[in-house]
């Protein structure tokens, strides 16, 4: 792992951060209530008993999640409009977490356990390494959590993207814009040839009960060539591309390459040494 690499989205998400704030709380409850790490039964010199403990660890913890929050809260406010932090910063605040909640619970137990003679240093080490286990442990598993939630919704992306492309067929409706984005003309796939470009103009030839037609669009057959990437409209020379769905036969020339339409009569259209690798790739699949 790159630790000069960008967190993942997903760390700053406002519920992946209320759900890990939550779980990192019920985990030190239990933690604390079963382990009794801290002496804390002996808080406020006291022997607590188990109803008693519960209510006084609640509060402690409570207080000690605090810092969590406060993190959590600065964290996302300063990646809310771009991801900043990378993975070294993120193990940094991490860090910081747990020793901040370290000494939160060492200074608790120093004022309130009366008959405890360690030295400071000595309730620290101990009251680190437990804060250890209980941030670090749940940390893991909610992160392994919210990467597997992540990798299943992305895969539920890709997976919606592969049935909207298999459902691309002749009847699908193409809908042309302008450079500005306004709706100029609709045809079915079926009916599409192809476009040929001319500075920043494009022309879209296809067939009508005319016959061949055409329609002259202002736009770029860059811009048209993005807006379509998951048809079968496919660029063949730098000034055209065409719907391969309607391409009959790949004839080579003297000058090069000529696709041949499946109309009547026969249109053609040029084919560039650029992209003759990609045609034939292309003429293959079809």
Known sequence: MNLNNKIPTYFILKKNITNLVLFTAGFALLFINLYSPF??????????????LFFYSSLIILTGV??????RVLLYQYNK???????????????????????FYTFYEAFFITD????????????????????????????????????????????????????IDSNSMVLFKDEKGTMRISLKLQDLLYIKATD??????????????????????????????????KRCHRSYMVNFDKVKIIR???GGL??????????????????????FELFKKN
């Open 116 to 167: 405890d003679d360690r030295s400071f240093l000595e309730v620290f080490n101990v009251s680190f390494q437990n804060t250890t286990l209980v941030l670090l442990l749940p940390y893991a598993v909610m992160w392994l959590y919210f990467s597997y939630v992540d990798k299943i919704h992305k895969l539920k992306i890709l997976t919606e993207q592969d049935e909207e492309i298999n459902s």
């Open 258 to 279: 000529i696709l041949e339409m499946e109309t009547d009569p026969i249109v053609e259209v040029p084919v560039s040494k650029t992209y003759m690798d990609h045609v």
């Open 39 to 52: 002496d804390v039964k002996n808080w406020f010199g006291l022997n607590l008993k188990s109803q008693e």
């Open 81 to 103: 409009r771009e991801i900043r932090t990378t993975m070294l910063g993120f193990a940094l605040i991490i860090a910081a977490e747990v020793m901040s909640m370290s000494l």
């Open 200 to 233: 920043n103009y494009v022309t879209i030839f296809y067939v009508s009960p005319k016959g061949i037609s055409r329609h002259l669009l202002r736009n770029t057959i860059k811009n048209i060539e993005k807006e379509f990437i998951d048809f079968p409209l």
């Open 252 to 254: 080579r020339e003297k």
């Open 66 to 71: 605090l810092v969590v929050v406060v993190s």
